[in-house]
Nanobody, 133 residues
Framework: QVQLVESGGGLVQAGDSLRLSCAASGDTFSSYPMGWFRQAPGKEREFVAA????????????DYADSVKVRFTISRDNAKNTVYLQMNTWRPEDTAVYYCAAATAGNSIFCDDRRNAGSYDFWGQGTQVTVTS
Protein backbone atom coordinates (compact mmCIF):
# COMPACT_ATOMS: atom_id res chain seq x y z
CA GLN A 1 0.00 0.00 0.00
CA VAL A 2 1.38 3.40 -1.01
CA GLN A 3 0.01 6.66 0.26
CA LEU A 4 0.53 9.77 -1.85
CA VAL A 5 0.07 13.30 -0.59
CA GLU A 6 0.21 16.25 -2.98
CA SER A 7 0.95 19.80 -1.95
CA GLY A 8 1.84 23.13 -3.47
CA GLY A 9 -1.30 24.06 -5.35
CA GLY A 10 -2.84 27.52 -5.32
CA LEU A 11 -3.66 30.60 -7.36
CA VAL A 12 -1.18 31.58 -10.04
CA GLN A 13 -0.87 34.39 -12.55
CA ALA A 14 1.05 34.72 -15.77
CA GLY A 15 4.73 34.89 -14.93
CA ASP A 16 4.38 32.92 -11.71
CA SER A 17 6.11 29.64 -11.15
CA LEU A 18 4.68 26.87 -9.03
CA ARG A 19 6.04 23.56 -7.92
CA LEU A 20 3.78 20.74 -6.91
CA SER A 21 5.12 18.06 -4.62
CA CYS A 22 3.91 14.54 -4.03
CA ALA A 23 5.26 12.66 -1.03
CA ALA A 24 5.01 8.88 -1.05
CA SER A 25 4.99 6.49 1.88
CA GLY A 26 7.04 3.33 2.11
CA ASP A 27 10.57 2.35 1.32
CA THR A 28 10.23 1.24 -2.30
CA PHE A 29 9.61 4.63 -3.90
CA SER A 30 12.67 4.45 -6.11
CA SER A 31 11.47 1.22 -7.72
CA TYR A 32 8.37 2.41 -9.57
CA PRO A 33 7.36 5.02 -12.13
CA MET A 34 5.31 8.04 -11.15
CA GLY A 35 2.91 10.25 -13.04
CA TRP A 36 0.99 13.49 -12.83
CA PHE A 37 -2.53 13.85 -14.15
CA ARG A 38 -5.04 16.66 -13.98
CA GLN A 39 -8.77 17.08 -14.16
CA ALA A 40 -10.53 20.30 -15.04
CA PRO A 41 -14.21 20.89 -14.22
CA GLY A 42 -16.46 18.97 -16.57
CA LYS A 43 -13.55 17.20 -18.23
CA GLU A 44 -11.97 13.79 -17.95
CA ARG A 45 -8.73 13.23 -16.12
CA GLU A 46 -5.81 13.72 -18.48
CA PHE A 47 -2.16 12.81 -18.51
CA VAL A 48 0.35 15.56 -17.75
CA ALA A 49 3.76 13.97 -17.20
CA ALA A 50 5.48 10.79 -16.10
CA UNK A 51 8.89 9.78 -14.86
CA UNK A 52 10.55 6.39 -14.81
CA UNK A 53 12.15 4.75 -11.87
CA UNK A 54 15.84 5.45 -11.48
CA UNK A 55 17.90 3.84 -14.22
CA UNK A 56 21.57 2.97 -14.31
CA UNK A 57 23.75 6.02 -13.99
CA UNK A 58 21.10 7.80 -11.92
CA UNK A 59 19.18 8.68 -15.08
CA UNK A 60 15.42 8.88 -15.36
CA UNK A 61 13.22 9.00 -18.44
CA UNK A 62 10.38 11.46 -18.71
CA ASP A 63 7.30 11.91 -20.85
CA TYR A 64 5.00 14.91 -21.26
CA ALA A 65 1.66 15.71 -22.76
CA ASP A 66 2.11 17.96 -25.78
CA SER A 67 0.11 20.69 -24.05
CA VAL A 68 2.65 21.04 -21.22
CA LYS A 69 5.90 20.12 -22.95
CA VAL A 70 8.63 22.69 -22.33
CA ARG A 71 6.43 24.53 -19.80
CA PHE A 72 6.30 21.80 -17.12
CA THR A 73 9.10 19.65 -15.71
CA ILE A 74 8.71 16.44 -13.74
CA SER A 75 11.45 15.24 -11.42
CA ARG A 76 11.92 12.94 -8.48
CA ASP A 77 14.04 12.85 -5.35
CA ASN A 78 14.22 9.27 -4.19
CA ALA A 79 15.99 10.23 -0.97
CA LYS A 80 12.91 12.24 -0.04
CA ASN A 81 10.32 9.87 -1.54
CA THR A 82 8.98 12.82 -3.50
CA VAL A 83 8.06 13.58 -7.08
CA TYR A 84 7.75 17.16 -8.28
CA LEU A 85 6.01 19.02 -11.05
CA GLN A 86 7.56 22.40 -11.81
CA MET A 87 5.13 24.55 -13.74
CA ASN A 88 5.88 27.76 -15.62
CA THR A 89 4.25 29.83 -18.37
CA TRP A 90 0.62 29.37 -17.55
CA ARG A 91 -2.39 28.98 -19.77
CA PRO A 92 -6.03 29.25 -18.64
CA GLU A 93 -6.57 25.61 -19.50
CA ASP A 94 -3.98 24.63 -16.87
CA THR A 95 -6.61 25.27 -14.20
CA ALA A 96 -7.39 21.86 -12.74
CA VAL A 97 -7.00 19.53 -9.83
CA TYR A 98 -3.59 17.90 -10.16
CA TYR A 99 -3.08 14.32 -9.04
CA CYS A 100 0.06 12.31 -8.64
CA ALA A 101 -0.02 8.58 -9.22
CA ALA A 102 2.22 5.59 -8.68
CA ALA A 103 2.58 2.56 -10.90
CA THR A 104 3.79 -0.04 -8.44
CA ALA A 105 2.53 -3.22 -10.08
CA GLY A 106 4.43 -5.15 -12.71
CA ASN A 107 7.96 -4.11 -11.73
CA SER A 108 7.94 -1.64 -14.61
CA ILE A 109 10.84 0.68 -15.37
CA PHE A 110 8.59 3.05 -17.29
CA CYS A 111 5.00 2.01 -18.00
CA ASP A 112 4.45 1.20 -21.66
CA ASP A 113 1.03 2.81 -21.37
CA ARG A 114 2.11 5.57 -19.01
CA ARG A 115 -0.35 8.10 -20.43
CA ASN A 116 -3.25 5.90 -19.39
CA ALA A 117 -4.57 6.47 -15.87
CA GLY A 118 -5.34 2.75 -15.64
CA SER A 119 -1.61 2.00 -15.53
CA TYR A 120 -1.36 3.53 -12.06
CA ASP A 121 -2.56 1.75 -8.94
CA PHE A 122 -2.21 4.42 -6.26
CA TRP A 123 -3.39 8.01 -6.36
CA GLY A 124 -3.12 11.10 -4.22
CA GLN A 125 -6.08 13.20 -3.17
CA GLY A 126 -5.26 16.01 -5.59
CA THR A 127 -4.28 19.64 -5.26
CA GLN A 128 -6.07 22.55 -6.93
CA VAL A 129 -4.22 24.89 -9.28
CA THR A 130 -6.13 27.91 -10.53
CA VAL A 131 -4.75 30.23 -13.18
CA THR A 132 -6.01 33.77 -12.72
CA SER A 133 -5.82 36.55 -15.29
Amino acid sequence: QVQLVESGGGLVQAGDSLRLSCAASGDTFSSYPMGWFRQAPGKEREFVAAISRLLAGRITQTDYADSVKVRFTISRDNAKNTVYLQMNTWRPEDTAVYYCAAATAGNSIFCDDRRNAGSYDFWGQGTQVTVTS
